[in-house]
């Protein structure tokens, strides 16, 4: 939001700026304009009297200066007086306008009046009195206002108009998702004051979307594969009714308690992952030193991979490598993938750890079939099973590398699969960008 407000700080005080400082060239030159135009014919009229009388002072002794301008006033009904030349303070370039034809005109805060020397009697100025005159350029002050407030609110009005058309787009894609559209996205724009919000609601979009269809897949998978053991169930009870003996009896109650069991795995894992979303909120991000976290986990799948006779082998290029991270969903992501690997391997996985500039990347290789190309996209869609063979009675809903994937989200990282090119099997990439590692 920083720059939404200095945007409009930077449009208001540069409107202000420059519109004042064309307004300003405006007046100058209608004001000079003005000044090039003859005066009002009214103050012509005082400036020839001020002449007249002046030169008619120069004819008369200094006794008789005071009587003649008293009937001045009463003979042109004017007002009029005589002031001595030492109590007004003029600067030189207004003095020598004394002398001008007219004389000088000056104005108070009540009237305006011209001052005219006697050039026979220096001590003494003429002084004539008269209203002032209407303000002429009321007219062009008005407009010059009215003219200001226009262009600020036309640059508001500019201003505003990307930023309601982002609202507008912002309000009509939040309504296009409410209305079922789950993939409408904010478009992005270089002339945005909003770009954070927008950014927001992207994300938001996309967390709804992914968890929509996160639960579609779920209740489709759970409505499937619940029917099975709910026949299974069914069928034994009948059976168990029918049956003559205690031994037959016992018989079916074992298998549908078996049923039961299986039933409350899976949705104990359906429920598991369909939670998954509200773990984001709560990760617990540490620096881990990443090299013990791989060995902890391989140490966690040694039994089974000696049952299976697979041999585990992790290499790393440093030494000591420490990483932000959520402990227990990364070490929880790397036994997901290493047990993955263990149940397709013929003798060999290798972990490799690797660091440059920009990610950290933890590769699990194994020397199984590998993964049929077809199948590369989907292999991280949740319920997704790559064979048959392994059952959900044996705990398989596929899930786990599901789970992967949504753990690389939320470390801003993503989880990749691949055919090996040093083993023969499948290849998978935890990567996580966006920081440098530090190694000790």
């Not at 290493?338 to 990347?361: D, F, P």
């Not at 020397?367 to 996209?377: E, N, S, W, Y």
Request: proline content about 3%.
């Amino acid at each position: 939001m920083r720059g939404l407000y200095l945007s409009i700080i930077i449009t208001v005080i540069g409107s202000l700026f420059f519109i004042g400082w064309g307004l300003d060239k405006l007046a100058e030159h209608a004001d000079s304009v003005q000044d090039d135009k003859l005066e009002h014919p009214s103050m012509l009229v005082y400036r020839q009297l001020a002449q007249g009388l002046a030169q008619q002072l120069d004819m008369l002794p200094e006794e008789a200066l005071t009587d003649t301008v008293q009937q001045f006033q009463q003979q042109y009904k004017i007002t009029s007086h005589l002031v001595l030349s030492h109590d007004i303070a003029l600067p030189k370039s207004l003095l020598v306008q004394l002398a001008d034809n007219g004389g000088l005109l000056l104005a108070s805060q009540n009237d305006q009046y011209l001052l005219k020397e006697l050039v026979q009697h220096p001590t003494y100025l003429l002084q004539l009195n008269f209203p002032l005159e209407q303000e002429v350029n009321q007219p062009i002050n008005f407009f010059l206002t009215l003219a200001m407030y226009l262009g600020i609110s036309t640059i508001l009005i500019l201003w505003v108009f990307p930023l309601s058309r982002r609202l507008f787009l912002l309000n009509n894609a939040a309504a296009k998702i409410g209305a079922g559209q789950l993939n409408i996205r904010i478009s992005p724009s270089r002339f945005s004051y909003i770009t954070m919000l927008e950014n927001s609601f992207n994300n938001m979009a996309s967390q709804i979307e992914k968890l929509v269809a996160d639960n579609k897949i779920l209740a489709r998978s759970l409505s499937h594969d619940i029917r099975t053991p709910i026949a299974c169930l069914r069928f034994g009870l009948e059976a168990a009714i029918d049956s003559k003996t205690i031994e037959k009896k016992d018989s079916y109650l074992t298998r549908m308690d078996s049923e039961l069991t299986n039933m409350e795995e899976m949705t104990s894992a359906f429920l598991e992952y369909a939670s998954m979303e509200r773990q984001a909120l709560h990760l617990n991000k540490q620096e881990i030193k990443v090299n013990e976290l791989i060995s902890s986990a391989v140490t966690n799948c040694q039994l089974l991979a000696k049952q299976k006779h697979v041999h585990i082998e992790f290499t790393s290029v440093m030494p000591n490598v420490y990483y932000h991270l959520d402990y227990h969903w990364c070490y929880r992501t790397l036994v997901n993938l290493i047990t993955n690997a263990i149940g397709y391997a013929q003798s060999q996985i290798l972990l490799t750890l690797e660091v440059n500039n920009k990610h950290l990347m933890i590769t699990i290789e194994d020397d199984g079939k590998g993964i049929a190309p077809d199948k590369l996209d989907v292999i991280f869609t949740p319920f997704v099973k790559l064979e048959a063979q392994r059952s959900r009675e044996e705990g398989h809903f596929g899930l786990g590398l599901a789970i992967c994937s949504k753990v690389a989200d939320w470390h801003q990282g993503k989880i990749t699969a691949e055919n090996s090119k040093s083993l023969s099997g499948a290849c998978f990439t935890l990567t996580l960008p966006n920081k440098l590692p530090k190694s000790r």
